[in-house]
């Protein structure tokens, strides 16, 4: 298992941007498929975008052209860049690791994005 701790979360007025962090515990951060995913109040957990071991990236059609998913192997991070928010992307966000049959969440950090 690794850790996952999420970053970056808060306030932001409709049409802003924000980037959330995730540092990743652990030696085995390259193999990675790392993945972003949000949960609404009231509303399942959604994927948002993910990112595989090469760095190949899908999207959700919700925020294709406004988010963008990134990874740095150096540093065991994985990023995700939000522009334009909505405030329909208002949630909590959370960051997710998997490798075979591991499947590790981080704890989330929230996003509120104000009209």
């Known amino acids: 298992q690794v850790q996952l701790v999420e970053s970056g979360g808060g306030l932001v007025q409709a049409g802003g941007s924000l980037r959330l962090s995730c540092v990743v515990s652990g030696s085995i951060f390259s193999l990675l498929t790392m993945g972003w995913y949000r949960q609404a109040p009231g509303k399942q957990r959604e994927v948002v975008a993910t990112i595989t071991s090469p760095g190949s990236t899908d999207y959700s059609d919700f925020v294709k052209g406004r988010f963008t998913i990134s990874r740095d192997n150096a540093k065991k991070m994985v990023y995700l860049q939000m522009n334009s928010l909505k405030p329909v992307d208002t949630a909590v966000y959370y960051c997710?690791?998997?490798?075979?049959?591991?499947?590790?969440w981080g704890k989330g950090t929230l996003v509120t994005v104000s009209s």
């Open positions: 997710n690791a998997r490798w075979g049959s591991m499947n590790s």
